[in-house]
């Protein structure tokens, strides 16, 4: 695992990783880590996330996306997220999106 150097905001934009493998399954995204071998099961709301990530979107759009899907308190979701995304991209899940 990597950790970035700079923490995550609500105007920092993310996408997926391209070099990542994953399938969707009964609602839930699998994927595995393609240089770590490492495998992942996504729950329903991470794997909306992910889902979301398949286009560049800053962290706001993407709890905007949330809160509008779930039913979710926005300070809960916004710190979820946050949490969330930092590991994903800590793990090299996910990118900053540089477009």
Not at 30 to 51: K, P, Q, T
């Amino acid at each position: 695992m990597t950790k970035t150097a700079e923490p995550l905001d609500l105007t920092t934009r993310l996408r997926q990783h391209p070099d990542q493998v994953s399938a969707e399954a009964d609602g839930e995204v699998l994927m595995m880590h393609i240089d770590s071998g490492n495998y992942y099961g996504l729950n329903e709301v991470a794997s909306f996330l992910w889902n979301q990530l398949d286009t560049a979107k800053s962290v706001r759009e993407l709890c905007e996306a949330v809160l509008a899907e779930f039913d979710v308190d926005e300070a809960a979701c916004v710190a979820d997220a946050l949490s969330f995304l930092q590991g994903m991209l800590d793990d090299g899940l996910i990118e900053r999106a540089t477009d």
